[in-house]
């Protein structure tokens, strides 16, 4: 009932979720090949990195480890919030702009539908998101009260044609009106919160975290740089094909784990068409083609490669949470089929860190 889509473009141009890998990391693991020669070619033999990429300057690259006062600033503010304290309004009416606590539950022709009920549903009243005409009429309520609310679903509600211009009743109760307290920034908030006594020796501790955080990320930073710079000349249909394939395998498993059996209807909830879908998912084949071509020909230029043990090892990380390789390789096939094998993936990822680290180990880190 709220209107709630799942940004698919998002998620597919951002290619996530899995081993918690950092963007490049993410990038390359949806896709991989041999790369066991200098000369870089994928596991079809149809293209030669370099000859489908132009590699910019790599070594050399600025990266800003700077810290501004509005980056420390942000970061203040942050602390504040997380120490704010709600409080819980049980008296008086509730208007507009207040965070108020509901419990509701939408019914048609006197049957509950699916997506229409939620207990303890913090909502802003005004911006809520909830069709025309909820919000309003949730507006003077006071806590505890409870109000059934005459509504309509809009002609053109793509989040679920199957309520679009229909009537429902939605019964409202009103728990309570919350409101944030947010606490001012003094050196006893500082002490009580953290490891240190004042607002400045936190202040410099920030700075100081900040500028880690930056440099111990140099590699990411500069090699997203060359990657701006970098054209690409032509997108091999293997690589294409196997990024398309494992993105698609993904999203149709992360449709699942949403609730949707039924894929076309987490397209339709994401406010896309079967066409749209297929054009996201070539776009981001593209980037990831692009993102894994450049890593290929960097390394081949510097002769980096990935070894077997280095492989076997990676994939032997499972069992230092508990799991096994066999357990990890299955669940790999599970998820993507045939469409590549967890060792080309691990190669591809490694190769992909080596040749970041390569290139951070070559910037010049602005302090």
């Given amino acids: 009932m709220k209107r709630r889509a799942i940004v698919l473009s998002m998620v597919l141009s951002a290619s996530l979720m899995l081993t918690g890998c950092s963007w490049s990391e993410i990038k390359g693991k949806f896709t991989g090949e041999d790369t066991s020669t200098n000369q870089t070619t994928s596991k079809a033999d149809d293209y030669v990195a370099s000859e489908c990429v132009t590699i910019p300057e790599y070594k050399g690259i600025e990266v800003d480890c700077t810290v501004s006062d509005e980056e420390v600033q942000s970061e203040l503010d942050s602390f504040v919030s997380q120490n704010s304290t709600e409080k819980k309004i049980k008296k008086g009416k509730c208007k507009k702009g207040d965070t108020v606590n509901i419990d509701y539950e939408g019914k048609m022709d006197g049957k509950a539908f699916d997506g229409g009920s939620a207990s303890g549903s913090a909502i802003t009243l005004g911006s809520s ?3 025309d005409g909820f919000d309003d009429g949730v507006i003077g309520m006071k806590p505890g009260e409870t109000k059934d609310l005459d509504l309509k679903f809009p002609d053109d509600y793509s989040n679920n044609p199957d309520l679009a211009g229909k009537p429902a009743v939605f019964t409202v109760t009103l728990n309570y009106i919350s409101k944030t307290s947010t606490p001012k920034l003094t050196d006893k908030l500082v002490s009580e919160k953290t490891e240190y006594k004042t ?13 880690k955080e930056k440099k111990e990320s140099a590699g990411s930073t500069a090699y997203g740089e060359v990657e701006n ?6 997108y091999p249909d293997s690589i294409i094909n196997v990024a398309s394939s494992q993105l698609d395998a993904y999203y149709r498993y992360t449709a699942k784990q949403y609730g949707f059996d039924d894929f076309n209807t987490f ?4 406010g896309m068409t079967e066409d749209t879908y297929k054009e996201q998912l070539k776009t981001a084949a593209q980037s990831i083609a692009k993102t894994q071509m450049l890593t290929e020909a960097i390394a ?5 490669t990935v070894s077997e043990e280095e492989i076997n090892a990676e994939m032997k ?7 096994t390789v066999e357990e990890l390789k299955k669940n790999f096939k599970d998820l993507y089929g045939d469409v590549i094998t967890i060792e080309e993936y691990y190669k591809i990822t490694l190769l992909t860190n080596k040749v970041i680290d390569m290139v951070g180990e070559n910037a010049k880190i602005k302090e």
Avoid: H, N, P, R
Wanted: net charge negative; aromatic share 6%.
């Fill in 129 to 131: 998101g909830f069709i």
């Fill in 199 to 211: 607002v400045e020796e936190y202040k410099k501790s920030i700075i100081e975290d900040l500028k």
């Fill in 229 to 234: 710079k970098a054209e690409v000349k032509k």
């Fill in 267 to 270: 397209l339709t909830q994401s």
């Fill in 300 to 304: 081949e230029k510097e002769g980096i």
């Fill in 317 to 323: 990380k499972v069992e230092e949470e508990g799991g």
